[in-house]
Each structure stands twice: as structure tokens, then as C-alpha cells.
């Protein structure tokens, strides 16, 4: 009894197979029909390597939300050599709340040459050239997210020659702590001394003759530093054409997180428009000579996060490749076999076309009576 119940349930399962196995003897194979093949498996394999290659790539994904953190400190990291001698210069930072933060708190004032040599004119022209990609093609800044603790250093290399003249210019290097307000960053002529209703720079005491801001920006940054990451600011270069000349950089600030699959950091990206004009009070341009940095903080912030394709989704895809094809490529072979049968027909070509049989009438002529294949089935 329960062998008999064992097949019962085994004849059930047979009876809902949905792949019943086709004899041998009952298969035709064609030349067509293999080259078709041929292709389908071509086909399949390319684009199965293909969709490993996505599988193992990773995107970046960006989601915005308001900015809460308001209480924290923002750090500013700079190196900038400026064309005039340290003594002459004085940098500081002046916020909205009329706070000012003194250079002597956190940057260094080192005496240089503002001459470059010629392996760190290299360098600065490699880092232009990147900037100015990065700043068309964003997809270079992924790339940069992806890769940031892998990345090239971009601090300048140390000379590599002796210098043989003295130094003219004055690096100021380091990092401030600032309030998370908008705020100016400026370097001008004169140290900053405090004042009740704001700041001073003593610059009484400097001849206009020894003015000159051309400066380099080496590197300029909010945030905590990330090395490989370009900023829009880092390897600019500006000459002066008069003595009383201003350099303004208009900054936007946008708080960002970075979840990588290799790090996680808090930075900050930002966008910067340049102005540059010469003081002239006589013909109505007033102003300070000096290089002035205006920032303003964004109050969106922007995640970014690294993501994968799931195991589970590529699968589903490579099914959908195997299958679809197989069943494109068997659905065209049908339908260009169908075309060409109906052709044939039509033409009498190839298995249609007329065979003439020879009939025996009991006399000496024979007679040839054509047989023609009926094309309508």
C-alpha cells in the first residue's frame, strides 16, 4: 500500500513537469540553427562580463537635508604665500557677530621665495589641469570620494635646489577655528590689533611702494582635511598689476559627510567666485589693498554615501540576460525561418522548387510530367 502510494505521488510529479525531455531520434539540427547558437552564447557571455564589471563598481549617492549643527566650530586650512615680506602682512578672520580670530592662533608666517622651482611648477600644473576636470566633469569628484585615502598628495613638494637669493615672500600656513557664521578671511598690509568696535591693521607704518599681493594658493579648505580631495581654490595663482590692488574670493560653504566603504568623514565642499580690481579712490574705487576671503555657510547639508549593487539584484539580472536571450534569438530564428519558407514558396525556390518525374506509357517515347510540392499546407 505504501508503495503504491509512492507511485501515485510520483506520477503526480512527472505530470507537472514543465521540461519534459524530447527523444534524440526526435531533434533536427540545422546548420542555421547553430549559428543562431553560436551568437545567443556569444551574446550572453559578453554581456554577463559586462554586468560583473557593474556589480563590482560602486556609485555615489547624494541625499540633502537641513543643517542642524550650528553650535560646532568650523575649521579653515590654508597655505598661501603671499609676495611680500612676513613682516609687512597680517591675517585674520573677522565673523558676522563681530568676532575676530588672530592669526597667532593656529597659522605659521615663514619667510620663502615666492618663485617656484621647477619640480614644484610641475606640480602646480598637474594640480590646475585636475582642477579645472574636476570642476567639468563631476564624476571626476566621485572618483575623488572613492579614492581619497589613496590619492596623490596635494601639499607642495619641498624644494628640490638651493636658493641663491633671499626671500621675498611670506607663507602662512595652518589652521583656524571659526565660528560657524559668515565671516571674511583677509590678509592685508599691517598687523591686526583689537579694537572695541571691530579690528585694525597697523598699516601706517608700511611704504605703498613695497605692495604687492600676488599670491599662489596652495591650499584652502574647510572642515577636516581629506588627502586626494581637489578643492576649487587649491593651485590658484594670482600676479598683481599695481601696488593698491584687492583680490576677492566670494565663498559658499555646503557641510558634507562622506560614507564610503573605506572611511567616513565630516567635511566641507565649496563654490567660489573670483573678483580682482585696483584701489583708486580718485576715480571711485575704494576699498583695502589686500586678498580677501568672504565665506558663507550653506544650510543644507549634503550626505554622500557609497553604494553596491545587492548580490540578489545582480543575480536577477544575469537570469534576465541568460533568458531573455535564448528567448529573443529562438523567437528571431522562428520568424526568419517563417519569412524564408513563405519566399520560397512564393518563388519555387530551393525544396519548393518543381522535380520532373519520368512516366513509362508502354511505347518507345517516354514522357517527362512535372510534380510540383503543394505550398499550401
Known amino acids: ?56 563598481d560602486t556609485w555615489m549617492k547624494y541625499d540633502y537635508e537641513v543643517d542642524k549643527d550650528f553650535a560646532s566650530k568650523l575649521r579653515i586650512n590654508l597655505d598661501i604665500t603671499v609676495s611680500m615680506k612676513c613682516h609687512y ?62 590619492g596623490s598628495p596635494t601639499a607642495l613638494p619641498p624644494r628640490e635646489d638651493k636658493l641663491s637669493y633671499p626671500h621675498d ?21 599691517g598687523k591686526a590689533i583689537p579694537h572695541p568696535r571691530g579690528h585694525a591693521h597697523m598699516a601706517a607704518l608700511v611704504s605703498h611702494d ?5 599670491h599662489r594658493i596652495d591650499h584652502y579648505s574647510f572642515g577636516e582635511p581629506i588627502p586626494g580631495i581637489i578643492n576649487p581654490l587649491d593651485g590658484t595663482e594670482k600676479i598683481a598689476r599695481d601696488h593698491n590692488q584687492m583680490f576677492q574670493y566670494f565663498i559658499t560653504i555646503v557641510p558634507t559627510k562622506l560614507n564610503t566603504y573605506k572611511f567616513t568623514a565630516e567635511t566641507h565642499q565649496y563654490s567660489v567666485t573670483e573678483r ?19 565665506y558663507d555657510i550653506s544650510s543644507l547639508m549634503v550626505t554622500v554615501t557609497e553604494q ?12 534576465g540576460i541568460i533568458g531573455g ?38 511505347h518507345i517515347n517516354n514522357h517527362s510530367v512535372p510534380i510540383l510540392d ?4
Open 276 to 294: 580682482e580690481r585696483v584701489i583708486d579712490h580718485a576715480a571711485g574705487s575704494h576699498g583695502v589693498s589686500g586678498i580677501f576671503m568672504k
Open 374 to 377: 503543394d505550398c499550401e499546407h
Open 325 to 362: 536571450i535564448f528567448s529573443t534569438t529562438g523567437m528571431l530564428h522562428g520568424f526568419v525561418g517563417f519569412l524564408v519558407d513563405v519566399v520560397c514558396c512564393r518563388f519555387k525556390l530551393g525544396a519548393y522548387k518543381p522535380k520532373a518525374v519520368t512516366a513509362l506509357d508502354g
Open 210 to 214: 613695497v605692495y604687492n599681493f600676488s
Open 169 to 189: 615672500a611670506c607663507r602662512i600656513h595652518g589652521h583656524l577655528y571659526v565660528n560657524k557664521v559668515a565671516g571674511n578671511f583677509h590678509i592685508t598690509v
Open 1 to 56: 500500500m505504501r508503495r503504491l502510494n509512492k507511485r501515485k505521488a510520483l506520477n503526480l510529479v512527472k505530470e507537472l513537469d514543465a521540461f519534459p525531455k524530447i527523444p534524440e531520434s526526435y531533434i533536427e539540427t540545422s546548420s542555421s540553427g547553430g549559428t543562431v547558437s553560436i551568437i545567443a552564447f556569444t551574446t550572453i557571455a559578453v554581456l554577463s562580463m559586462m554586468e560583473f564589471f557593474v556589480y563590482q
Open 89 to 150: 602682512i597680517g591675517a585674520d578672520v573677522l565673523d558676522l557677530a563681530e568676532t575676530m580670530v588672530a592669526a597667532s592662533e593656529g597659522l605659521k608666517y615663514e619667510p620663502t621665495v615666492f618663485e617656484l622651482s621647477s619640480r614644484q611648477k610641475m606640480w602646480q600644473r598637474t594640480l590646475q589641469k585636475i582642477r579645472r576636470k574636476v570642476q567639468e566633469e563631476h564624476s571626476l569628484q566621485d572618483l575623488l570620494f572613492k579614492s581619497a585615502f589613496r
Open 308 to 319: 553596491h549593487m545587492p548580490l540578489g539584484q545582480f543575480l536577477v539580472r544575469l537570469c
